[in-house]
């Protein structure tokens, strides 16, 4: 289906009609609610700045806006598990699906953390910090070399990369919990201490690590660059005195986590067992999370292939995913793309991309290659969530609509087309009262055009 510009929004218009009573602004969302921004300051939430999550208020809200009073509550794309942990300081079992390991291993210290003996917990950091062994560890101390790949290489100072090998170094020896703390805490100062700032589709490199051109007008200074020392005493500072305050204990094995991609591992979520689903999946806007988190995934022990391996896994949202082996043989991604090609506002999307890729009129032709396999592989989770999901559960989802090529895509109302036909209904579409822009690029070419930014509510028949 070849389509133009005007013909692609004319159809666009056809389906966002048919929604318009549903559409509401909220006055109770705001930018802060829906992003990390309110999490930043808070007791444990603030010990990783995992900027892809929403706030744990969000959650509340929703909750009790969809009547929500009981469990199991399921998160398929858990992030840094603010929708499990949140769930559970209200009385509620919840289950998380998780593939990233960086967010996985967020998830499970927290719950280590705040599971354990907390006050004795926070004294073991203190007395560690006190003791600052790992800067007067002798040779008679084996100090492995940080692992890296291609990416993160040349990512810190020397003195910065040293302090860090010893520091992990002197880890040996220490309780294990204490030890998974400590070592947590070195993870999560990876990028204040490195030359490098997360940038959405990749880290971008200060002027002074030597990968640029050097300081000039248009050079990136991404500012401070922390000592090691400094950084990783503020560090376990923060966690000690969030330990020693913070109230909450989850309860036991009423948090439970699956690893991996819910594309693959939805079969462990037994069918009819969900009573809600609050969820964030990766939008469609080109991030590559193995890329802005590649300290971290490297920290962790992934070398170069497993990265890329990855990177093919997660949700395809970049313009490098391939399509996915499960395409021709997954019953959901069968049911999936049946779905997609019975709505004509994806086909005319899709149509109208394409024809620009084919022109060699789009940025990167891969965009058209990456739309289509975003909206089959999401679809496939909504055939799957909608299957695990009870009778009458909300299914809250919080995602953002884009543009490419000068067309505004209605990424939530083509969801919804979708879920309709799984079995699911709209009960509203909420919408943020300050609207997202366009990049420069679109905007140069096509004009301003805000974008909505919205949190659906669907709910199973």
Known sequence: MKVNLNQAEAIVEELEASYEDLIVENQDLNRKLV????????????????????????????LDATRVSQGPVLDPFAGSGTTLFTANRLGMDSIGVEILPIAQEIIHVQELALSSGSKKLAAGIRAFLAAESWKTQGKEVEISELNEIPITKGAYSAENKISLERYLASLEGEEQTLARILRFAALSILESISFTRKD?????????SGRSRGKSETGFDKGRIWEFDEAIAVKLTEIAEDLESFSFK?????????????????????????????TSPPYLNRYDYTRTYALELAFLGLGNDEVKSLRQELLSATVENREKDLVTSDEAFIIARSVLEEIPAYKACRGYLFGLAERGELNNPGIARMFEGYFTELSATLVHVSRIMQKDAPFVMVND?????????????????????????????????NKKGNSS?????????PLRKCVYVWRKL
């Open 250 to 278: 989850p309860e036991k094995d009423r948090v439970s986590l699956v690893k991996g991609s819910v594309l693959r591992e939805a079969s462990q979520i037994a069918h009819g067992s969900v009573s809600a689903v609050v």
């Open 35 to 62: 992003s990390y921004q309110n999490s930043k300051r808070l007791p444990v939430s603030r010990w990783f700045k995992y900027k892809e999550g929403f706030s744990a208020e969000l959650v509340e809200y929703c």
């Open 401 to 433: 609509n884009v543009r490419y090529g000068g067309l505004a895509i209605p990424v939530d109302l083509i969801l919804s087309e979708v879920v309709k036909k799984l079995g699911l209904e709209t009960e509203v579409i909420w919408v943020l009262p």
């Open 200 to 208: 959405g589709q990749f880290l971008r490199w200060d002027y002074r």
């Open 441 to 449: 690029q679109q905007m140069g070419v096509h004009g301003r055009l």
